[in-house]
């Protein structure tokens, strides 16, 4: 069964205006996400398309005509506003233009495409929505974007086997509004209406992710495309079996890869039932220590939990400002549990007790649909809220995600907070505290050299106080190249070794979005 998203020229200027400050009357999608990031020059070498490219001697005009040949002449662009566009993800990092991009419209020219770069010897860089938040779609090398989204269908749906098989232009909450009427929906949730296939490529996660699991646990099969044109299908064309021994797991080698192995043209997730009853509510608590001890013993207990969330004060404080809200401005958990209407009954029981013991000072519950989406939307808005509070042309974000251990969380929270407070920098702290990851936002004055170095000098001590409590520098926004830089020190220098032999044997020529994850 297949079935086409109509990919949208108007929904690529949005997201373009979205993220470049440029006025927009569309609805409610004039909400710029790096409303205030600084205005950047660029090279001039990348302000006009030129005719060879700014970081090799290729002859762009030669692979125009041959890109052409595969995608046709509409599908193809050298216009600075289109190259910008994709050349900038919603991180910090500094945005980088490719030189030519490309929209294929099936796998199989994606493969020519490939086959064409590979030949040329220019890089490929994937582009799914641009909500990457590691500079993962950033054109470090120049080359060729492949932009995936005109690849848009549903080309297998398997509703009695909770599978369904989508291309890189479905998006999460298209695929749930398809999915709706059968009573299936696809969990994993970052926020971002993101590409699926994008998701896959990072090893998305989100606030569902104690219950349902990441990217990682939900995907059951990948075709990706590899830098010299091959199509394979990591699990075997057409499968979708719930478990399966049966070599080496060529799924999650991709799952996490960030396109520097191949480029995914669709992936087959795990479907779930949507469950009988949802019920949330926002406890408050006096401090951050008080709050992540309740969330352990909750996970202690076993309660099956299906969200568990953490903000600041300081975060509860702009997102009342920001969505109209009047929740206590103190340390705050939002919760949500999914089951029978007996059963969600008897866990947020259990929860509240274990709540009241720790100290909290009361819940608010949300159990209408209404009441939950606006609790949730607060809570996916949050990035909008903590900008808001800081307008100004000079302002910027820096949001980093690290994970750790259940047992070192309350440490690592804690110790964050004080060099908050030592440092008397706004930070503003949420996270997914159910699975041990949470991030850190800071908004800072670019042209403050100071404010500057204070945050990365702060933003790598988040890192390397997850590192020293056996945890990890990133739970689910990627590695890109804001992280590789840990990866040795994470991982080990064997284990890294290995993972370059593995991409010089897929990536012999380092074409695939080179200068992301390996360092």
Same mark, same amino acid.
């Given at each position: 069964?297949?079935?086409?998203?109509?990919?949208?020229?108007?929904?690529?200027?949005?997201?373009?205006?979205?993220?470049?400050?440029?006025?927009?009357?569309?609805?409610?999608?004039?909400?710029?996400?790096?409303?205030?990031?600084?205005?950047?020059?660029?090279?001039?070498?990348?302000?006009?398309?030129?005719?060879?490219?700014?970081?090799?001697?290729?002859? $762009?005009?030669?692979?125009?005509?041959?890109?052409?040949?595969?995608?046709?002449?509409?599908?193809?662009?050298?216009?600075?506003?289109?190259?910008?566009?994709?050349?900038?993800?919603?991180?910090?990092?500094?945005?980088?233009?490719?030189?030519?991009?490309?929209?294929?419209?099936?796998?199989?020219?994606?493969?020519?495409?490939?086959?064409?770069?590979?030949?040329?010897?220019?890089?490929?860089?994937?582009?799914?929505?641009?909500?990457?938040? &590691?500079?993962?779609?950033?054109?470090?090398?120049?080359?060729?974007?492949?932009?995936?989204?005109?690849?848009?269908?549903?080309?297998?749906?398997?509703?009695?086997?909770?599978?369904?098989?989508?291309?890189?232009?479905?998006?999460?909450?298209?695929?749930? &509004?398809?999915?709706?009427?059968?009573?299936?929906?696809?969990?994993?949730?970052?926020?971002?209406?993101?590409?699926?296939?994008?998701?896959?490529?990072?090893?998305?996660?989100?606030?569902?992710?104690?219950?349902?699991?990441?990217?990682? &646990?939900?995907?059951?099969?990948?075709?990706?495309?590899?830098?010299?044109?091959?199509?394979?299908?990591?699990?075997?064309?057409?499968?979708?079996?719930?478990?399966?021994?049966?070599?080496?797991?060529?799924?999650?080698?991709?799952?996490?890869?960030?396109?520097? $192995?191949?480029?995914?043209?669709?992936?087959?997730?795990?479907?779930?039932?949507?469950?009988?009853?949802?019920?949330?509510?926002?406890?408050?608590?006096? &401090?951050?220590?008080?709050?992540?001890?309740?969330?352990?013993?909750?996970?202690?207990?076993?309660?099956?939990?299906?969200?568990?969330?953490?903000?600041?004060?300081?975060?509860?404080?702009?997102?009342?400002?920001?969505?109209?809200?009047?929740?206590?401005?103190?340390?705050?958990?939002?919760?949500?549990?999914?089951?029978?209407?007996?059963?969600?009954?008897?866990?947020?029981?259990?929860?509240?007790?274990?709540?009241?013991?720790?100290?909290?000072?009361?819940?608010?519950?949300?159990?209408?649909?209404?009441?939950?989406?606006?609790?949730?939307?607060?809570?996916?808005?949050?990035?909008?809220?903590?900008?808001?509070?800081?307008?100004?042309?000079?302002?910027?974000?820096?949001?980093?995600?690290?994970?750790?251990?259940?047992?070192?969380?309350?440490?690592?929270?804690?110790?964050?907070?004080?060099?908050?407070?030592?440092?008397?920098?706004?930070?503003?702290?949420?996270?997914?505290?159910?699975?041990?990851?949470?991030?850190?936002?800071?908004?800072?004055?670019?042209?403050?050299?100071?404010?500057?170095?204070?945050?990365?000098?702060?933003?790598?001590?988040?890192?390397?106080?997850?590192?020293?409590?056996?945890?990890?520098?990133?739970?689910?926004?990627?590695?890109?190249?804001?992280?590789?830089?840990?990866?040795?020190?994470?991982?080990?220098?064997?284990?890294?070794?290995?993972?370059?032999?593995?991409?010089?044997?897929?990536?012999?020529?380092?074409?695939?979005?080179?200068?992301?994850?390996?360092?």
């Amino acid at each position: 069964m297949r079935f086409s998203f109509s990919w949208s020229t108007r929904y690529q200027q949005v997201i373009f205006k979205q993220r470049f400050n440029f006025s927009s009357n569309f609805n409610n999608l004039n909400r710029p996400l790096n409303a205030h990031i600084k205005p950047f020059s660029l090279p001039s070498s990348q302000r006009s398309f030129s005719k060879t490219s700014s970081f090799n001697n290729i002859d $762009l005009q030669i692979l125009k005509e041959r890109l052409c040949e595969v995608v046709g002449p509409p599908n193809i662009s050298t216009a600075e506003s289109t190259r910008l566009q994709h050349g900038k993800d919603e991180s910090h990092h500094r945005a980088q233009m490719p030189d030519i991009v490309v929209f294929p419209s099936n796998t199989q020219e994606v493969s020519e495409v490939a086959k064409v770069c590979t030949d040329m010897k220019v890089t490929m860089v994937p582009f799914g929505t641009g909500t990457g938040m &590691e500079g993962g779609c950033v054109c470090t090398h120049g080359g060729v974007s492949v932009d995936l989204s005109r690849m848009a269908e549903i080309r297998e749906y398997q509703p009695a086997d909770f599978s369904v098989c989508v291309e890189p232009g479905v998006t999460r909450l298209a695929l749930n &509004e398809y999915l709706r009427g059968d009573g299936l929906w696809f969990p994993v949730d970052p926020g971002a209406d993101a590409s699926l296939c994008g998701m896959a490529a990072t090893s998305a996660s989100g606030t569902n992710a104690v219950r349902y699991g990441t990217m990682r &646990e939900n995907v059951r099969n990948l075709e990706v495309v590899l830098s010299d044109g091959t199509i394979i299908h990591t699990a075997g064309q057409g499968r979708h079996t719930v478990k399966s021994s049966a070599g080496y797991n060529l799924t999650n080698l991709f799952v996490g890869s960030e396109g520097t $192995l191949g480029l995914i043209t669709s992936a087959t997730l795990k479907l779930y039932g949507i469950p009988d009853t949802m019920t949330s509510a926002v406890c408050q608590f006096d &401090e951050v220590e008080r709050a992540v001890t309740a969330v352990l013993q909750v996970l202690q207990c076993g309660v099956a939990v299906a969200r568990i969330e953490l903000l600041s004060a300081d975060t509860i404080r702009a997102v009342n400002s920001y969505s109209k809200l009047s929740y206590e401005e103190k340390p705050s958990i939002f919760i949500e549990f999914h089951g029978s209407e007996k059963q969600t009954e008897e866990d947020a029981s259990v929860v509240g007790d274990i709540f009241a013991d720790a100290g909290a000072l009361g819940f608010q519950w949300a159990s209408s649909l209404s009441e939950r989406n606006r609790l949730w939307k607060a809570r996916h808005d949050t990035l909008y809220a903590i900008l808001a509070t800081r307008p100004g042309p000079q302002i910027t974000q820096l949001s980093t995600d690290v994970c750790v251990p259940i047992s070192q969380l309350t440490k690592a929270i804690t110790d964050t907070e004080k060099d908050l407070e030592d440092h008397k920098l706004p930070g503003y702290i949420l996270g997914h505290v159910g699975d041990g990851n949470y991030h850190v936002t800071f908004l800072y004055d670019t042209g403050s050299e100071s404010e500057t170095q204070l945050v990365g000098k702060l933003s790598e001590r988040i890192v390397e106080r997850a590192l020293e409590l056996n945890g990890t520098c990133t739970g689910e926004h990627g590695t890109g190249f804001g992280k590789k830089k840990y990866l040795v020190r994470e991982a080990g220098p064997d284990s890294v070794s290995l993972m370059k032999q593995i991409k010089h044997l897929l990536d012999p020529h380092g074409l695939m979005n080179p200068g992301k994850v390996l360092p």
